[in-house]
């Protein structure tokens, strides 16, 4: 009887110490639940909130005048026509991101006549992704508010939408300018690219905020030894038209 008594006892109590548990759990579960429905709200909060101030710095700056001229590498026809801008808006910055090689554009802006004080080439730059991954800081540092982006169409849309999501979230206004290419284009657009691409834009249009990547890699245009680069030799886009000749100096074409 005492045996039975004391297995009896014990089986009420771990019972109620289920039950105790149970009940403890729920608890917690609901404090927890409360915490993450909070913290939801306030992160709701904080993006409507940034939302809106985004909206109204783009709307205001859809008004202003163009800052920077920003060009996305892929074909030399974009620095051949983005020379011939330079000569009529001297006053504002280019920025060449992942371009041709650094001499063929000194090359095309000397054939040009074009000012070169006032363009820089970014080479860090693998992907359209990257192009906006490293410029947006540099235009920012410039403290541009407007920017034309300069591409041709075999890069549109996919260019334009990410120019749009990246820049828009930093409060920069963008105008696409197209840039006809002739033949036909070495790249091609598939829809999972271009769905890949707008997806970690939109990612990143978030991150971008907290995190800003530095090139290591920027040159002015001003600065490119030309004479090293013909010592060394170098090729260039036949489209461009430039090149040298000579020994030790590039070939046009490739």
Not at 54 to 70: G, H, N, Q
Not at 127 to 146: A, C, E
Not at 221 to 245: N, S, Y
Request: proline share 5%; glycine share 8%; aromatic share 12%.
């Amino acid at each position: 009887m005492p045996f039975f008594n004391s297995a009896f006892f014990r089986y009420v109590m771990r019972h109620k110490f289920t039950q105790i548990s149970a009940i403890f759990s729920q608890h917690e579960l609901k404090k927890r639940w409360r915490l993450l429905q909070k913290i939801f709200r306030i992160l709701c909060l904080v993006l409507g909130c940034w939302l809106i101030v985004t909206t109204i710095t783009l709307v205001s700056a859809s008004s202003r005048p163009v800052d920077a001229v920003f060009v996305l590498g892929g074909s030399i026809r974009r620095e051949i026509y983005v020379a011939q801008q330079a000569k009529q808006y001297p006053q504002i910055p280019i920025l060449i991101s992942r371009g041709s090689l650094d001499p063929c554009i000194w090359l095309i802006f000397q054939r040009e006549s074009a000012p070169k004080q006032n363009v820089w080439l970014e080479n860090c730059a693998d992907s359209t992704f990257d192009n906006f991954y490293y410029g947006i800081p540099i235009l920012q540092r410039w403290g541009v508010h407007k920017v034309r982006l300069i591409s041709s169409p075999s890069h549109f849309p996919r260019a334009k939408w990410m120019a749009q999501i990246l820049f828009g979230a930093h409060g920069i206004w963008v105008e696409p300018e197209v840039v006809q290419e002739k033949g036909r284009p070495a790249n091609r657009e598939y829809w999972w690219k271009t769905g890949f691409d707008i997806s970690r834009s939109l990612i990143w249009a978030v991150l971008g905020q907290f995190n800003q990547p530095k090139c290591s890699s920027i040159t002015k245009l001003t600065d490119v030894d030309i004479e090293a680069w013909q010592r060394q030799g170098f090729k260039c886009e036949r489209q461009g038209g430039v090149g040298m000749k000579g020994k030790g100096a590039g070939v046009k074409g490739r």
